[in-house]
């Protein structure tokens, strides 16, 4: 089993540089960490980057897990390679562009572009917002999938996801106490479907609402209030359609043994607390 430690990038590929850029600063909140000719990281804790927008198709996507050392990493690339998954090991200078030591990557069942790193690198400084956000971390992904049933499987059984709750069909899987790391979303195509930040109080969720609001930013669900995490959530429309989301209070799953999954409906009221109702395809009935 391939053990995972958490979430550790996202890399996405834009056409417009300069404005994502611009939009990640002025807007999501991050700090730039390095700037190069063709990419830009950014800082949202204190980890060396946490995203990273570089010259490409924006349709070239890329989520990358920790996982703990070298032999975790090779272990794990071996039993990819004999499950009929084509590993392709990362150069020098593509560690080194993402701030790490060493990593693989290959498509998961659904086809999207998985990394595993091992020694990430930390700056050593605190993540300094562009704006009073409030994000703490970067948190989680949602991915699209062709085959809920067949991707499940692979994050339960080839990694060491657990199933947390079900909205309809869709699986909000956790790797340790946080109650999602990853959400798979029955979708047409594969892909990223959105990226989270967490912030620190439903303040800072309710302040970035209406900010983002003035500046003209699609907002495509809430304000509002998970039933199944529990956080207090926003979402928003970024560069090359990419939906970003703020949450806190999200709730932590400490017991194993005493847990277990919920089904909620996969209609507004699975999705929200509060009655919002989400301008997302794969949210929407």
Same mark, same amino acid.
């Given at each position: ?113 998985? %990394? #595993?790193? *091992? =020694? ?8 300094? +917002?562009?704006?009073?956000? /409030?994000? $703490? ?118 017991? %194993? #043994?005493? *847990? =277990? ?8 009221? +699975?999705?929200?607390?509060? /009655?919002? $109702? ?8």
């Amino acid at each position: 089993m391939i053990n995972l430690l958490g979430v550790s990038y996202v890399r996405l590929g834009t056409q417009d540089l300069e404005a994502a850029t611009r939009f990640a600063v002025e807007y999501l909140g991050l700090e730039i960490s390095e700037h190069g000719k063709a990419a830009v990281c950014f800082k949202s804790d204190a980890r060396e980057h946490t995203l990273c927008y570089f010259e490409g198709n924006p349709a070239d996507q890329a989520v990358a897990f920790e996982v703990r050392n070298r032999e975790d990493l090779d272990a794990a690339a071996s039993e990819l390679e004999r499950l009929g998954h084509a590993v392709r090991s990362g150069t020098e200078s593509e560690a080194a562009a993402r701030h790490v030591k060493d990593f693989v990557a290959f498509r998961d069942p659904g086809g999207n572009c998985i %990394e #595993l790193v *091992y =020694r990430p690198a930390h700056s050593g400084k605190r993540y300094r +917002g562009s704006r009073d956000a /409030g994000i $703490t971390c970067f948190s989680h992904v949602g991915l699209c999938s062709t085959d809920v049933r067949r991707d499940e499987q692979f994050w339960i059984e080839v990694c060491n996801a657990r199933v947390s709750d079900r909205i309809g069909d869709a699986p909000l899987l956790r790797i340790d106490e946080v109650h999602h790391s990853i959400a798979l979303f029955p979708s047409a195509g594969s892909g990223i479907q959105h990226i989270n930040h967490q912030v620190e109080t439903g303040d800072d969720v309710m302040r970035s609402y209406y900010f983002l609001k003035e500046k003209g930013v699609r907002i495509t669900f809430g304000p509002g209030r998970h039933p199944s995490s529990s956080a207090r959530f926003l979402y928003f429309e970024g560069p090359d359609g990419m939906v970003f989301e703020y949450s806190s209070g999200v709730k932590s799953i400490a017991d %194993e #043994l005493l *847990y =277990r999954e919920r089904q909620f409906p996969h209609d507004p009221t +699975g999705f929200c607390h509060w /009655g919002a $109702t989400p301008q997302i395809r794969q949210f929407e009935d």
